[in-house]
């Protein structure tokens, strides 16, 4: 979209990495994409290739392998894998999510070991949260950590876990003390080839079809108090300090995916004839794109204004809900009447609209659901 209001956080740096991050996209992603949709999986080897080109290691210090910027830098990507259409693989849990949560609350010790790897590509990280019987109600996890000699001994399950069945570690929630509740929850680096660490079948999904989605079980997994991250019954804290970021990185890919999807749609409807002229030509077309481009435009400056905010550690986790809340029912609404103006065609599969409408739906239900962002907000009032 050209933009009324100039977004003014970018510097030349910004723009050339934006460019490489098109580039790799367009080049070594989009023409083999359709085959990672239908294998329900993605290769590790363009994991690695990303990590060549930098993708995963944006606000990474730069001692533990990473390039040493900030959000702003983790943004772009994003925003490109957004408008280019690409769900997976699942770079911005990976480099965005789980990678600052470690470099945050790690030892020394535990991100010069960790980060580098995952920075290159050669580890593949998952998070695991959601259980079986529960959702975002992080107090009511089952899964238990139970201090046995020198060890902690694991049990429990996990569902839904993004890049579960590739994976070499999953950042797992655990209860330490349940009669805590939500102060009784630590977290664990777990390797997944450990005994008692198995994998339940790859879950088909509405949408994200290139990105695998697992059920993970742990059956008396014995783990080190060396992959512990942070201290023990410091989970709640860490999540709540992970989850806001994560909340705006769903935000920032709502935003990208309703631009492009205007974009496309303005360019689709000038061009489809129906009843002897353009679909643009229709009033109610031109109507509903201006209003779909004004409310975009309205939301990437707020949305800008968050990731600069962020960048400067100043987002607060009511914001971020905020964001996450707006943002995503945005694109759900402006992806919806996109694709109505596609007409049939909208509804086929090659259509980039389709696969941007079916990706975008669970937005509204990561990082906790929306019905979750509006009492955290209602909290605050």
């Known amino acids: 979209m050209q933009f009324g209001i100039p977004r003014t956080m970018f510097a030349e740096e910004h723009v050339i990495f934006r460019e490489t991050v098109a580039r790799f996209l367009k080049e070594e992603v989009l023409p083999v994409y359709s085959d990672w949709e239908e294998a329900g999986i993605t290769p590790r080897n363009i994991w690695l290739r990303a ?15 990473g390039i040493g910027g900030d959000f702003i ?39 010069k070991e960790w980060l580098p790897k995952m920075v290159a590509g050669e580890w593949i990280s998952a998070i695991g949260l959601t259980e079986p019987g529960g ?36 950042l797992l929630a655990t209860k330490t003390e349940p009669k805590l509740g939500a102060k009784g929850i630590s977290m664990f680096w777990v390797d997944m080839s450990l005994p008692g660490v198995s994998k339940g079948k790859n879950l088909k999904k509405i949408g994200n079809k290139a990105q695998d989605t697992a059920e993970l079980f742990f059956d008396d997994v014995r783990v080190s108090p060396a992959n512990m991250v942070g201290e023990e019954n410091q989970g709640w804290a860490l999540l709540m300090d992970g989850l806001a970021q994560e909340r705006l990185v769903v935000a920032v890919r709502s935003v990208a995916m309703a631009e492009v999807a205007v974009d496309q749609t303005i ?73 109505q103006l596609h007409g049939g065609y909208g509804y086929m599969w090659e259509f980039p609209i389709a696969r941007a409408w079916a990706d975008a739906r669970v937005h509204r239900i990561y990082a906790g659901t929306n019905e979750v962002m509006k009492y955290i907000i209602a909290k605050d009032l």
């Not at 943004?75 to 769900?87: F, T």
């Open 51 to 65: 990590g060549e080109v930098g993708l995963l290691g944006t606000s990474t210090a730069e001692e533990y392998g």
């Open 73 to 111: 830098f983790d943004s772009i990507v994003i925003e490109e894998l957004g408008r280019h259409g690409v769900s997976a693989p699942s770079w911005d849990m990976h480099a965005y999510i789980i990678a600052p949560i470690l470099q945050k609350f790690c030892t020394e010790e535990q991100k």
């Open 135 to 170: 959702g975002s109600d992080m107090k009511e996890i089952k899964t238990s950590a139970i201090k046995d000699g020198n060890e902690y001994v694991i049990n429990g399950a996990k569902t839904f876990i993004t890049n579960g069945h590739i994976a070499d570690y999953v």
């Open 267 to 339: 360019e689709y409807t000038k061009q489809r004839k129906t009843f002897g002229q353009t679909v643009f030509e229709f009033q109610n077309t031109q109507f509903k794109l201006a209003e779909m481009s004004a409310d975009v435009e309205v939301g990437r400056v707020f949305i800008d204004s968050c990731i600069e905010n962020h960048a400067k550690g100043q987002m607060s986790p009511v914001v971020a809900a905020k964001a996450k809340l707006w943002a995503t029912e945005l694109a759900d609404r402006v992806l919806d009447d996109c694709l």
